[in-house]
Nanobody, 120 residues
Framework: QVQLVESGGGLVQPGGSLRLSCAASGSILSVHAMGWYRQAPGKQRELVATINSEGSTKYLEPVKGRFTTSRNNANNTVYLQMNSLKPEDSAVYYC??????????????WGQGTLVTVSA
């Protein structure tokens, strides 16, 4: 019915940059909050960044000043620009979106995950 498809992960050296993209598609009436989680092996999943429908953003403290999230409401796509990457940023990153479907169901959707590895 609805899905989120992520792209942009990969291997990057410390100090490098990556840009993640996540596009929502399907029987969508409207998209509300969008954002990003990450999970490293053996650690809990944490909320990295979120952006509401008006463009207001919030960030996990360790990524403030380095990561920027944005969205394109015309195509229901959310982005995560990651600069000055550190090894501790290595994780599988998952996008999410709270959406209302054309059947008027409100649900939380998740991307398939994209692996970010920061290593020399």
């Amino acid at each position: 019915q609805v899905q989120l498809v992520e792209s942009g992960g990969g291997l990057v050296q410390p100090g490098g940059s990556l840009r993640l993209s996540c596009a929502a598609s399907g029987s969508i009436l409207s998209v509300h909050a969008m954002g990003w989680y990450r999970q490293a092996p053996g650690k809990q999943r944490e909320l990295v960044a979120t952006i509401n429908s008006e463009g207001s953003t919030k960030y996990l403290e360790p990524v403030k000043g380095r990561f920027t999230t944005s969205r394109n409401n015309a195509n229901n796509t959310v982005y995560l620009q990651m600069n000055s990457l550190k090894p501790e940023d290595s994780a599988v990153y998952y996008c999410y979106a709270k959406m209302t479907t054309t059947r008027l169901n409100t649900l939380d959707a998740w991307g398939q995950g994209t692996l970010v590895t920061v290593s020399a």
